[in-house]
T-cell receptor, first 113, second 113 residues
Framework: EAQVTQNPRYLITVTGKKLTVTCSQN?????MSWYRQDPGLGLRQIYYSMNVEVTDKGDVPEGYKVSRKEKRNFPLILESPSPNQTSLYFCASSLTRAGDGYTFGSGTRLTVV | GDSVTQMEGPVTLSEEAFLTINCTYT??????LFWYVQYPGEGLQLLLKATKADDKGSNKGFEATYRKETTSFHLEKGSVQVSDSAVYFCALSDRGSARQLTFGSGTQLTVLP
């Protein structure tokens, strides 16, 4: 089944403890992206990647890192999480440009206390 | 910059009622337009899309027509079901940019039996 898989689905962590949210797609998509969803703010892009080793900032990149060493994987790294990063995170992928339409993962609900 | 404006929610309808969710956009280029749906506890799913003026996207009884003259992409369904209860997002992708989808704030739809 074609899908984007995120892990974990739920995570509660403490301020400052480094964490990684994994994202993997099995559709050979070139384009991958991370979004956060917050009430009243909709979906905001954190980082995106147009292909292996090609990443760029979205609208809200502060406090996050990404890497794209393989085509299928696009992990999101929070080096020192803070409470304002409590959010619902989505990974998405697209065959090429965003105009093709995204396939989204099921989401990761992160709580930083 | 690009932006998407959706009608405020929540929207509550009775089963078999007619649905319209308004969406207007501003874009510097000639965008592709999308409707995504998010069911409770799930990621976003592409519902339909249109890539040029006067195109009609349709899926699962939902329709939306790309109106360049009014910069609109309103979502309609003739007879909603309880299972249509979800959050609906209008989005655009600027064809000249590989960067991202720009989302509206989402409209919560609840359909009562």
């Amino acid at each position: 089944e074609a899908q984007v898989t995120q892990n974990p689905r739920y995570l509660i962590t403490v301020t400052g403890k480094k964490l990684t949210v994994t994202c993997s797609q099995n559709m050979n998509h070139e384009y991958m992206s991370w979004y956060r969803q917050d009430p009243g703010l909709g979906l905001r892009q954190i980082y995106y990647s147009m292909n292996v080793e090609v990443t760029d900032k979205g609208d809200v990149p502060e406090g996050y890192k990404v890497s794209r060493k393989e085509k299928r994987n696009f992990p999101l790294i929070l080096e020192s999480p803070s409470p304002n990063q409590t959010s619902l995170y989505f990974c998405a992928s697209s065959l090429t440009r965003a105009g093709d339409g995204y396939t989204f993962g099921s989401g990761t609900r992160l709580t930083v206390v | 910059g690009d932006s998407v404006t959706q009608m405020e929610g929540p929207v509550t309808l009775s089963e078999e009622a007619f649905l319209t969710i308004n969406c207007t956009y501003t874009a510097t280029g000639y965008p592709s337009l999308f409707w995504y749906v998010q069911y409770p506890g799930e990621g976003l799913q592409l519902l339909l899309k249109a890539t040029k003026a006067d195109d009609k996207g349709s899926n699962k009884g939902f329709e939306a027509t790309y109106r360049k003259e009014t910069t609109s992409f309103h979502l309609e369904k003739g007879s909603v079901q309880v299972s249509d209860s979800a959050v609906y997002f209008c989005a655009l992708s600027d064809r000249g940019s590989a960067r991202q989808l720009t989302f509206g704030s989402g409209t919560q739809l609840t359909v009562l039996p």
